[in-house]
């Protein structure tokens, strides 16, 4: 993976790795519907936060199999 460059596309990449976190507030499956949720908003409009979305909920569907 290259590097992300703009200050913008890199708080949404990492935005989309911590919002599994949110399995932490007791939401049941939050571990995938954060990430999801982040990449489905953001992934036409900044190409790196797609590809970093697609890899935070590959992560952790994997993790709750």
Do not use: C
């Not at 911590?18 to 982040?38: K, M, Q, Y």
């Amino acid at each position: 993976m290259e590097m992300i460059r703009d200050e913008k596309t890199r708080t949404w990449a990492i935005i989309s790795h911590l919002s599994a976190l949110i399995v932490l507030l007791g939401i049941p499956f939050g571990n995938i519907l954060g990430p999801f949720i982040v990449w489905l908003f953001t992934k036409d409009k900044y190409p790196d936060v797609n590809d970093h979305g697609k890899e935070s909920m590959n992560f952790q569907i994997s993790m709750t199999i």
